[in-house]
Structures are given as structure tokens and as C-alpha cells.
């Protein structure tokens, strides 16, 4: 059977973070009490006129720049006509031929390797309203959503990803882009980042392309990693069979962990696009961009190559530190206030994010605060606590929210200097372990000093001094 190579291309949606609708009045949250916020404009009625939101524009401005895109000056609206009944109006108002963003990129690091995926477009549009599919045969509808600031960020052609771990790089690249520049809040839970994989295999070596099929409803990272996965194998069985791919949309069913075909693709002729007539093109100056341009935060690469140049951890930790920008902004904290990077970045993906999954926290709403995560890493360096005090202690800290050093003194746990204290301990485990002792002194069998070493940590409950312990454990062994 012949080796396959997946070809991916990824159109991504994100909802706008402003304070009300595309093109009237109403507020843009998320949830709320069905259709309470609607108003003759986003509910399609006749004669209702669309008014531009500024700011919706200035975000999609703002992202084709961060994306390295050309932005197209004179970009215009169009109609794309469909009907279903999420969609009032019976079209939705898009661009079609002139978005405001062509032609960029955004690099992705995928095993230790910088990988460039260009993108096609960014443009805007405006999202529909939701469905909403009961048992037995009822449907109903909210309009709430119709109408929010929708943007589209499409992969170019020949598309650069060729592996499902590169999508989800590409994703986790772009959701860090848009929230670090805070036109998104990335949840993809929600529903305001979404996500449509459009997958094809094709022979390795191969110079055409196979059919592909667009994947819809993935609502999670781990969905459009599996999603893409599974699609891949299934279109690589069909082919085997002598199957040929049918160019469709298939769904994702989470449960099932398998993709299903929805119903097959439309071609673009059968939206029939024009110039939306209700707006006027954009004029789109140079004073107008450069704005954006001079207000642009710092962009995860640069953070990036900031915390490797002037912290001195990791690519790969950088990589993930780098992720969002609460996380980011969390670390940088820590950082400022225990002076101590590099342990700051353990104890930040490794503990804190354990315990981070492991209760579906965000690090947005970590009960442990950045200054307490760093009062702990000084009480550590500073030899209050021990290490291994300190990962009970996070856990403490994780349920309680309370500050390290309240914790420390009600629970009893800073470190044991007094001498006496730990010599007494050494001494009961030599006692107790005379066989050991004998191996070490008479042998030479140096390795199970370590041995004694734990006894006495664990005798102390872990709150021994190690120095003071070593130190002890030695003139013991020599006299
Ligand atoms: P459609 O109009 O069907 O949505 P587009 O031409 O807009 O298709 O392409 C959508 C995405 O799919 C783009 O990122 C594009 O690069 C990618 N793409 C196009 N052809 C293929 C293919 N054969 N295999 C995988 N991806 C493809
Ligand atoms: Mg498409
Ligand atoms: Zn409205």
C-alpha cells in the first residue's frame, strides 16, 4: 500500500471582542436569555439599514498585522447569499474579493523546529444566529449571536501543514496571537474561536492533490487533533479500497471520536456574491494603520525570544510559557518577584499546571496568586522549606489560595536547623540500620549512603535541613 502524506488547510473564526454587533447596537456577549438581544438590523428585517463597527474593523486591521499580512486599502463587503434559518437576512455580509488582510504568515514550532505557514486571507464578517435541535422533532433558534463581528483567517494554497501536530501548532500560534493582541478571547469552548480543518491525503511524492473533505463542529484543541487524525486514516482506507474521497463537509462526533459526512459541499458560485450595496467600501489610510501599528503589544515570538534571551530557560519552555497571554503575564510576575526563572518556569508547568488540569482550572483564575507562587520559590531559596515540602505546600496553597508563609508557620513546616535535633535523628538511623552502615564504612559501597540520607529526610517528615543532614551523615561515616 503506498504511503500517504496529509495535506491540511485550516479556516479558523473568531468572534470580536467589542462592545456591541457588526452593524447596530446590540451588545456582543456571549450566552444570555435567548433572542433578548436583537434589534431590527440582526434580525434581517426589511428596510433595516447596517451601521460599520469601527472597532471590528480596527481588530481584523490589527490582527493582518500581526500576521504579517498586506492590508488591502480599499477593502470591500459583500453579499454571500444562502439560506437556513440561523440566518435572518438570507445572507450574510462577507468579503468576498478584496479582504482587508492577504498574503501573510505566522511561524509555528513543531519539534524543535521553526516552521512557516502562510495565510491567504483575514477578512470580515458577521456570525449567524445558533440552533438549537431538541429531542423528539422540535428546533428552535437564537438570534443573540447573529450579527457579532466574525473573523476569517484562511491558510494559503499550496497549504504548508502536513500533519495534525502542525495544525495544532498553527492553532495554538494563532489563538496566542489573537489574545495577546486581545481581539479574541480564544475560547474555543464557547464557540469564539472555531475551527474547520480542510483535509486531503495524497501519495508521498505526489505533485496533485487528493479531494478534501472540511471538518466542522471541532470545539476543542484535542477535537481538531483527532479530528484531523482520524480523517487522514479514513481517507487513506478508502483510497487503499479502491474508494474514491467525495468532496463533502463531515461533522465530528466527540463521543465517537469520529467524523461523519454532513452534506456535500457547495461550490462558490452557488453563494452568487456582489458588492454589498448597504455599505460603502473602506478607505483604510496609512494614519489609520500605522495607529494600529504604534499600539501593537509585545507578540508571542518576541516574548518568546525575550524570556530564552534574558531568563535563560528553554526554547521548548518558552514555547509554552508563551502560549497565552495570562500565562505569560503570570510567569513574568513570578519572575519579578522571586528573581528566580528558571524555577519559576518548573514549578509553573510542572506543579501548578498538574494541578491546573487537574481541577479544569484556567491559569486566569488560579486560586494561587503570582506573588504567593513567588513568596514560595524565595522561602525555598532561601532554605525555609525544602523541595519536597514545597510540593505539598503548592497544594495547600492550590485549595486554600492562602499566603505560603501562613501556611508554613500554622502547619509546622520550615525546615529543622537545629543541629542536635538532626544529630539525634542520624544517630537513631544508623542504629537502626547497621548492616547499611557496615556496607558503606567496611566495603566502600558509597552508593547507599543515599540510603541514610532518605531515612533521616523521611524520620524529619521531609523537613530536615538537607546540608545539615549531609553534613552529619559524613563525620558519622569517617568517625
Ligand atoms: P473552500 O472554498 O472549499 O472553503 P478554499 O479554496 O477556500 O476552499 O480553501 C480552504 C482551505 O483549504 C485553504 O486553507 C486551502 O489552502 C485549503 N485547501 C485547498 N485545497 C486543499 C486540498 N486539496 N487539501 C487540503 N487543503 C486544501
Ligand atoms: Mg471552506
Ligand atoms: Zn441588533
Redesign the pocket.
Known sequence: MPEYEP?????CHAELLTESKMFCGCKNEFGGEPNTRCCPVCLGMPGSLPVMNKKAVDHVIRTSLALNCTINRDAKFDRKNYFYPDLPKGYQISEYDFPIGVEGYLDVEVNGETKRIHI?RVHLEEDTGKLFHVVGDESYVDLNRSGVPLMEI??????DIHSAEESRAYLTKLRAILTYIGVCDGKMEEGSLRCEP???VRVVGSET????T?IKNLNSFRAVYKGIEYEVERQAEVLDSGGKIAQETRGWNDAKQITFSQRS?EV?QEYRYFPEPDLVPLEITEEWIEGIRASMPELPDARRARFIADYGITSYDATLLTDSRALSDYYEEVVKESNDPKSAANWLMGDLMRLLNANSGEIGTCPIRASHLATMLRRINDGTISGKIAKTLIEEMYTTGNDPDAIIEEKGWKTVKDTGAIQAMVEKVFAENPAIVADIKEKGLVQKRGFLVGQVMKASQGKADPQEVNRLIDALLAR
Open positions: 495535506v491540511v488547510g485550516m479556516e491567504r484562511v491558510t494559503d494554497f499550496p497549504p480542510n483535509v486531503s492533490f487528493g479531494t478534501k472540511e459541499k462558490e
